[in-house]
């Protein structure tokens, strides 16, 4: 991933958005060629990998052993050159999208095993329903069930090799530019009030 030195994030990035609940796109290459899914991931108890499971009719499972590449999206919105102080003076502005991304390069490695897998389901479940009241438990179902289900998917879990995060926070922006998209992302729909929460914690414009 291209990521100028005012973009870059810290690797921690990654952990702050597995928490938020982010969807992550696990990608792989098999004999068909690149395989993509969507799943829910969890840091694993040492922070060395990343894990989840599949639907056992899912094939990418197969690719025990492959290269991986995770993609972890944080809030993102479209930045217009009408918020921009530079606009009115001097106009020698564009369009551009402000965001979050981590990417997670390492190798996916399947658990087809309904111990691990069931430990790993009590694990996102808990960090899902976390906040929530009342909270369903994996407990709350009848086992019988639940062990029905575990047949069904396949755990896989990803061993981080490498971390690439990147934060495009409008930091390379005049603090008066910056100030203008901030106060209009902040009026705007939730995702875009997500992307302005995250410039004001951001460090202050590279720009003067």
């Known amino acids: 991933?291209?990521?100028?030195?005012?973009?870059?994030?810290?690797?921690?990035?990654?952990?702050?958005?597995?928490?938020?609940?982010?969807?992550?796109?696990?990608?792989?290459?098999?004999?068909?060629?690149?395989?993509?899914?969507?799943v829910p991931l969890i840091l694993s108890p040492d922070g060395g990998s990343l894990q989840g499971h599949l639907a056992r009719n899912n094939p990418q499972w197969r690719a025990d052993g492959a290269p991986a590449l995770v993609i972890v999206r944080g809030p993102d919105a479209y930045v217009s050159p009408v918020w921009?102080?530079?606009?009115?003076?001097?106009?020698?502005?564009?369009?551009?999208?402000?965001?979050?991304?981590v990417h997670v390069h390492g190798r996916l490695v399947a658990h087809d095993d309904p111990g691990w897998t069931g430990d790993l389901v009590g694990?996102?479940?808990?960090?899902?329903?976390?906040?929530?009241?009342?909270?369903?438990?994996?407990?709350d179902a009848p086992s019988t069930f639940i062990a029905g289900?575990?047949?069904?998917?396949?755990?896989?879990?990803?061993?981080?090799?490498?971390?690439?995060?990147?934060?495009?926070?409008?930091?390379?922006?005049?603090?008066?530019?910056r100030l203008g998209v901030m106060r209009a992302l902040g009026a705007g729909s939730a995702d875009q009030r997500a992307v302005a929460r995250v410039m004001s914690d951001e460090a202050e414009p590279v720009v003067p």
């Open 149 to 177: 289900q575990l047949r069904g998917i396949v755990g896989i879990e990803v061993t981080i090799e490498r971390v690439e995060a990147k934060s495009k926070m409008s930091q390379n922006r005049p603090a008066a530019d």
């Open 1 to 38: 991933m291209y990521v100028p030195a005012h973009f870059a994030a810290p690797t921690g990035l990654l952990a702050t958005l597995l928490g938020q609940g982010r969807l992550a796109d696990v990608i792989t290459y098999g004999p068909d060629g690149l395989d993509a899914t969507p």
């Open 123 to 139: 694990r996102l479940t808990d960090l899902h329903e976390a906040g929530l009241d009342p909270r369903w438990r994996v407990a």
């Open 84 to 101: 921009y102080e530079a606009t009115r003076e001097h106009g020698r502005v564009v369009p551009t999208w402000n965001y979050q991304l």
